[in-house]
């Protein structure tokens, strides 16, 4: 477990007082993959440095497993490092060294004999895909396995924890995915806590079991992804949110306009009910149409989540016995937008 | 033919004082090398936020730098007969030279390792930071290895600096084909020796040139 108590860091800068992260708390468990989510200025890249204190802290605690990080003296926070490994935007590798020979570079520095680092380099090239690449220099890699390195040296030392700062925005989307699948993948098989920062929510979405939205240097509210997406109680938040879902109430005016029949009807999707059929249930129960007009399901973590805006036509009867319907017998949220 | 040419060049002498320049630079080269890298290196590591961050002595040393580099070689090398008298005995010969010409070339040198220094990725240092390495590993396998392009290509412009601060430590009877030229040649009034030592000294300095080119090349995996 992970706890960060009253954690503070103010930067002086030119006389001026800037506090990055402002007297913040989180607890963080075991093996779960935790995300923080805030736009840039928010303290969130400070949040992740001062957790293996590459930035001091002004004030609080910060424990990791039973090491309280934040009172260790210099050797004992670089034995402590080295259980704690870290992946970076721009992946941060020697250049002068191939992908084995960076990969080997943190069992170094624990002092691991030359025998055993050769075959744990090798373990750690086929457990993040790169066979075949060993010898290749950074320059001669696309971004996404240049990051398949970073995170290949990060776990080499067998780290209980691991720090992703902005891992994946510099990727494109494609390669992106396969990073956050490669996360996934590693944190369910060597149970290894992640801690990502990103400004993607996207990325939240995904991978995240859990999740924070910092706003000047303060938590303003967290809690399971599924949770947060669906009752956004924060404005950042919400912002975060529709960055998935797209704005859908621009374009709602335009429905209203234009679908007069019938009645328009926006359907919350959460968790398990997004895996229904509803649509094709109640066109056969019922004697209405169905006619989809916007909406978007997408999957996190723990389930499915979405909107959609559905017209039902029938006869007036029918289509609030329709809704009665959803209402009762389903757990999809209904809302009726118009009565046409 | 050759000697219908350069009539005055003595051959024996040539190649004696051609070896004394190939020895002056290179063993200059060695202990400028080894100054200039430490000097570097406490240059970038005194700096503002680097890893010994330390204001005091970054001063100290920025301005023992920058006097030794701004004092010309003619006078450094009177300046510091007194000095070279005590270390190797004697104020002639090629040894003699070696003590001026390391004072000269090493601050110079140590400017550029310390540009070659800041080259070096931030990000990569932290990386290294973050996983629990000491400042040593840090400076022997992070900075050094990843400045080395930069500290070969920095070497061989000094070393080609090197070459004529050697022939002008000609005056203190160095030897060398500075010396050469200068005493067998001008001084007689024999310009084909000026002349030869002269090609001579511009098929070195490209020799080091391609020699350092080459050598940065097959360093440089970026």
Known sequence: MISIEGLSKIFHLNQKKITAVDNLNLTIQDGEIFGVIGYSGAGKSTLIRLLNRLEEPTSGKITIGEKEITTLDKNKLRMARQNIGMIFQHFNLLWSRTVSENIAFPLEIAGVPAKERVQRVNELIELVGLSGRENAYPSQLSGGQKQRVGIARALANNPKVLLCDEATSALDPETTNSILDLLVDINERLGLTIILITHEMHVIRKICNRVAVMENGKVVEQGDVLDVFLKPKQPVTKKFVEQVMENQDGDLDQLLEEYTSGELVRLHFVGETANQALISKISREFTVEVNILSGKITQTKLGAYGTLVVQIIGEKNEVNQTIQFIKEETSVEVEVLVNA | ?222
């Open chain 2, 1 to 222: 033919m050759l000697k219908e040419l350069f009539p005055n060049v003595v051959m024996k002498d040539l190649l004696v004082a051609t070896g004394e320049t190939f020895y002056m630079t290179l063993l200059a080269m060695v202990g400028t090398v080894i100054f200039g890298v430490l000097l570097g290196l406490l240059l970038y590591l005194t700096s503002n936020g680097s890893l010994w961050e330390n204001k005091g002595l970054n001063i100290i040393v920025a301005a023992i730098v920058n006097i030794f580099r701004a004092i010309p070689f003619i006078i450094l090398i009177l300046l510091l007969i007194p000095f070279t008298t005590f270390l190797m005995g004697t104020f002639r010969g090629s040894n003699a030279a070696l003590p001026a010409l390391i004072i000269g070339a090493a601050p110079f040198y140590a400017r550029l390792v310390e540009i070659g220094l800041r080259e070096v990725d931030k990000g990569v240092i932290e990386a290294a930071q973050s996983m629990g390495a000491k400042t040593k590993t840090i400076i022997f396998k992070v900075l050094l290895p990843e400045s080395m392009p930069a500290l070969v290509s920095g070497a061989t412009v000094t070393a080609i600096a090197l070459i004529g601060s050697t022939a002008v430590a000609g005056v203190i009877g160095a030897g060398g084909l500075g010396d050469f030229a200068y005493f067998h040649g001008f001084v007689r009034r024999d310009f084909d020796v000026v002349f030869v030592c002269t090609v001579l000294i511009v098929i070195i300095v490209f020799i080091f040139q391609f020699i350092g080119d080459f050598i940065t090349n097959k360093l440089d995996k970026r």
